[in-house]
């Protein structure tokens, strides 16, 4: 079956760093999702990416979506501690009519 | 945006025991979806709620188990029957707006079996 794999697992940065989390699809993908976690919450929507090597900006969040539809990337400029969370990807195929998330990466930010 | 809302928020629960979790949404939605979800981990599709008929289960999990309505487009509900400590875990409850394909979700049941 499909498979999203995210890398890394978890990374830790210092408050004003940069961080990038990577999703890779088994299969390709009509559209990509991600959401964000916080500890102790549930995912919350942030964004979807549709067309191939689709590139979106939200604040300081930059989402990318590849050029075969089968990977995306989350890089965020000059974390905060708010951007605490885990951060999952999902991918939407149309014949399965379902997301399938991504394994998240752990963000975790520190003054 | 949809908003969904789940109850209870939490329980703690018997061996043995059943529990059925509500699931409201405050606009019309197309699909909506069942997740589990361990501490630490990633999401995991239990079934999608098909309105009037049976739930499409993923693989793993049974209908016996896990039982399913969805009497019209905003409103679904989820038993886990026959429960054991295994079954500890947030269960989510999620969404897609009509015409759109972002989902949404709800803020989860946390479930305690003991």
């Known amino acids: 079956g499909q498979q999203v794999m995210q890398i890394p697992q978890y990374q830790h940065v210092q408050e004003g760093e940069d961080f990038t989390t990577y999703c890779n699809s088994s299969?390709?993908?009509?559209?990509i999702q991600w959401y964000k976690q916080r500890p102790g919450g549930h995912p919350v929507f942030l964004i979807q990416?549709?067309?191939?090597?689709e590139v979106k900006k939200q604040k300081r969040l930059t989402f990318q979506f590849g050029e075969a539809k089968k990977n995306s990337s989350l890089h965020i400029t000059a974390t905060q501690t708010t951007d605490v969370g885990t951060y999952f990807c999902?991918?939407?195929?149309?014949?399965?009519?379902?997301?399938?998330f991504g394994t998240g990466t752990r963000l975790q930010v520190t003054l | 945006s949809a908003v969904i809302s789940q109850k209870p928020s939490r329980d703690i629960c018997q061996r043995g025991t059943s529990l059925t979790i509500q699931c409201q949404v405050d606009?019309?939605?197309?699909?909506m979806f069942w997740y589990r979800q361990q501490p630490g981990q990633s999401l995991t599709l239990i079934a999608t709620?098909?309105?009037?008929?049976?739930?499409?289960?993923e693989s793993g999990f049974v209908i016996d188990k896990f039982p399913i309505s969805r009497p019209n487009l905003t409103f679904s509900t989820l038993t886990v029957s026959n429960m054991s400590p295994e079954d500890s875990s947030i269960y989510l409850c999620?969404?897609?707006?009509?015409?759109?394909?972002?989902?949404?979700f709800g803020p989860g049941t946390r479930l305690t079996v003991l």
């Open positions: 606009s019309q939605v197309t699909m």
């Open positions: 990416l549709v067309k191939s090597g």
């Open positions: 999620s969404a897609i707006e009509l015409r759109k394909y972002t989902q949404y």
């Open positions: 999902a991918g939407w195929t149309g014949t399965a009519s379902k997301l399938t």
């Open positions: 299969t390709t993908l009509s559209n």
């Open positions: 709620a098909n309105q009037g008929s049976e739930a499409t289960y």
